[in-house]
């Protein structure tokens, strides 16, 4: 008997990314006539942390934690960090408690950087409250900082009996029931372990004999080692890049099926609900046929979101073109790579409507006046042709970056004046 499929989306993941490749490898298992249903524990994760009703909770057992530290003629040192967390807190308690929600309305909505940032911050002050009894755990919008390496299965293992710095633990295991069903963890990235680790154990402490595999394109790319030499509680891991990598496993009849499926899409923290590209789906003819239909990219953009060239940006848009699609698309470039004014305006004519630049990394390396140089001729040549280039900025901790944080201010507001929404600092997707 094949039994039906539980997947699991973990936290902690940016809740403006939609998991576009999750959505399509469902919807091709569901056209194989096999029964699975997803659980986006990311997107009820974020919801879980941000509950106006367990905000407030929050705030009044730190209210109880404040007059018990209060008594006290002396604050230990190993409270000094968790003290200063509750007066953080509380200074910001009024401002989150009134504003919170519509802080993370403003983050689904088109609104200037200001109003954005302002939302960011607010959403922040929340993360932390959250965060406070699970100290020194650090967690953000993209990112999770534990006390356990996510590079060291030994690390990883041990975090996940770490009740006192795990913040995943209540809620995973709220999630969990005791049933019969294969079971698979979707991975993207690597501060998705922690949560990973700690669902497997709580699947099988519920269900002994339960089939688990985890899965994703994680494993196609940083995580590859773990599909040879997988934890021993999972059955096996699997590299997924395209839905077909993922149908295989399961069904002989496999029939590709792209799309967001019962995925809540609207519920993500972004104004753009978009289509995120991986370039070896180029040539994939039945994912132009999916976008001919107009119903499937109405309100949607295409973001071919790994670094790409000039020749794989043309092909792209040269397709589209071929099939008739009208959308808007754009495309990812790292921090060494350069745009010229033909090559911009030759992009343009295929379609391309914005451009998505990562500064991550070019400041600790040489030839930085080059580098500044490349990306200035590179934002001059998108500002001739009006095609808006979005920057998420990437700042490093150490101390050979942090001596040049503020070189780098003074780079952008002389380079293009911080007034200008198209080229001042903002974070990708959510813009």
Known sequence: MTLPIKVIYPPL????????????????????????????????????????????KRYQHLENEWNSLHTQNEIQAKDQEYVRGLLRAFLRRESVEKNLQEAI???????????????????RYAIELFQLPFLPTQLAMNDVNLLYSTESTEQLEKSVQDNKTNPFKPFLESIVEQEEREWVIWIESDQQLVPAYTLTDFIREKNKDARISWAGPFFSDFGKN???????????????????????????????????????????????????????????????????????????????????????????????????????????????????EDEVRLLKSRGLTWVHWELKGWLVRDHVDQIKQKMLQSWSACRSEQIPMYHSVVLGLSAHFSGRVYGIHIFFKRAFGMHNSLYSFQNFPSL
Not at 304 to 325: C, D, M, N, Q
């Open 226 to 340: 773990v599909v040879n030499h997988p934890p021993t509680n999972i059955n096996q891991v699997i590299a997924v890049r395209h839905p077909q990598d993922f149908i295989q496993h399961r069904s002989s009849k496999q029939t590709i099926s792209w799309g967001f499926g019962e995925l809540e899409a609207d519920e993500y923290w972004t104004p753009y609900l978009d289509i995120r590209v991986q370039k070896n789906w180029m040539h994939e003819d039945s994912l132009f046929s999916w976008l001919s239909d107009s119903k499937h990219i109405e309100n949607k953009r295409l973001y071919l979101y790994e670094p790409t060239t000039v020749e794989e940006a043309l092909y792209f848009g040269e397709r589209l073109e071929k099939s008739h699609i009208k959308i808007s698309w754009g495309i990812y470039l790292k921090f060494d790579q350069s745009l010229n």
């Open 13 to 56: 993941k940016d809740p403006s990314e939609i998991p576009f490749l999750l959505t399509s490898c469902i919807s091709s298992v569901r056209a194989s006539h096999m029964e699975i249903e997803l659980v986006d524990a990311n997107l009820l994760f974020w919801n879980h942390m941000l509950d106006s009703h367990a905000v407030t």
């Open 105 to 123: 309305q403003t983050m689904k909505t088109k609104c200037d950087v200001r109003e954005r940032e302002e939302a960011r911050n607010l959403i």
